[in-house]
C-alpha cells in the first residue's frame, strides 16, 4: 500500500487566442477563450509513502522498479481522472474573474468572456506534461 | 523387454502430442506458470484536498533527463576484501542508478501585479511584471527509470535520488538561461495583448 500527493495545475492556453476570438465595439469587448486543460501533474517525491508491504512465502518483497511501476500506473489514473475532480470548471471560473478585471482595468466598461464549445487542438496535445 | 516397449513408444507419443498440440496453442504455456503476472494497482478511490485559486502565466518549460547513481559500500576488512578482489558479490554493497527525465517551468506569479503597476491613458499602457521565476520542477513516477538495483534500497532513499535529480535539473535549466527566455516570452505575450485590444503605445517592464 502506498500514498501519493498529487498536484494539478489547470489553466487557459493563451497562445491559442486569435485576433477573431477579440469583439470590440467602443468600450464593449467579447473575448472568447479557449477551454481550460491540464497544465501540469506534479506527484513530488518527498510525498510518497509506503505504508504497508506483504508479500507471499514464495515471493521476494517489491523492488523500487516495481514500485516506480506502481506508482505511474496511479499517476496515470489521477491523469485520466481531471474531467471529474471538477479543477477545470474551477479553472475556467478563475479565468473569467482574472481577465475580466484585468480588462476592465484597461478601460472597458462592458466585458464579456466566452469559452469554446470544444477544446481547441493544438500542438500540446497528447503530449504529456 | 516388450513392456518397456511399450512404455518407450507411450511416452515418445506423449511428447509429440504435447509438442503438437503446444504449437498448436491448445494447451497452456507451462513456462507462464513460474512468469511473474503484470503489476496492477487496484482501482483506488481519488480524494480532492482542496482547490486554489492561482494566477500564474506559465510561458517556457524545459525537458531535461539526468542520470543519477549512489552506492554503499562499506568499509572492507581483511575477508571482504578477500571477497572483493575474487570479483564475488559482497551481499553488504548497495548500488542504484537511475534515469529522470523532468519538467521545469518558469513564468510570471501575477499575483505579484499590484494596481500601481498598470498605468492606463487613451491608447497608451504601461505595466511593470515581475521578474520571471521558476513556477515548478516535477519529476512524476513515470518519468523514472531504474536500470541498476543492487541490495535493499528503501522508497524514502530513491525518493532523495529523484528529489535531487528534480534540483539537478531546475539548476540546469536555470544555468541555461530559462529564466530570461521566460521573460522575454512574457513581455512579448503581454505586448501582443494589449495591442490586440486596441492599445497603440505599449511598454511592459520588469519591476
Partial sequence: VMSVMAYLKAGIDLEQIKDEDLLIEGKKIVVKLPRAKLISLNLPPEEIKEEDQKTGFFRDGFNNAEKIELLSQAENSIRNSVDSLGILKKAEENAVFFIGKFIKRLGYEDVTITFDPLPRSNKNNGKKL | ?207
Fill in chain 2, 1 to 207: 523387454l516388450k513392456k518397456l516397449q511399450k512404455i518407450g513408444i507411450t511416452i515418445i507419443i506423449l511428447v509429440v502430442a504435447i509438442f503438437l498440440l503446444q504449437r498448436l496453442k491448445l494447451l497452456p504455456d507451462f513456462a507462464s506458470w513460474f512468469r511473474s503476472k503484470p503489476l496492477l494497482i487496484e482501482n483506488t478511490p481519488l480524494l480532492v484536498e482542496n482547490i486554489r485559486d492561482m494566477a500564474q502565466m506559465v510561458t517556457q518549460v524545459s525537458f531535461d533527463e539526468v542520470v543519477i547513481k549512489d552506492d554503499d559500500v562499506p568499509e572492507g576488512g581483511y575477508f571482504r576484501n578477500l571477497v572483493r578482489n575474487r570479483s564475488l558479490a559482497d551481499p553488504l554493497e548497495k548500488r542504484i542508478a537511475l534515469i529522470a527525465r523532468g519538467r521545469v517551468f518558469a513564468g510570471l506569479e501575477l499575483n505579484k501585479v499590484k494596481e500601481e503597476d498598470l498605468y492606463v491613458e487613451k491608447d497608451s499602457v504601461r505595466l511593470f511584471i515581475p521578474p520571471a521565476q521558476v513556477l515548478d520542477a516535477i519529476v512524476n513516477p513515470s518519468d523514472c527509470e531504474i536500470f541498476i538495483e543492487e541490495g535493499n534500497w528503501s522508497i524514502e532513499e530513491v525518493n532523495e535520488l529523484k528529489k535531487d535529480a528534480r534540483e539537478m535539473m531546475r539548476k540546469r535549466s536555470v544555468d541555461r538561461g530559462l529564466l530570461t527566455r521566460a521573460q522575454n516570452k512574457a513581455i512579448s505575450a503581454i505586448e501582443n495583448f494589449f495591442r490586440s485590444v486596441g492599445f497603440k503605445k505599449v511598454v511592459v517592464l520588469v519591476k
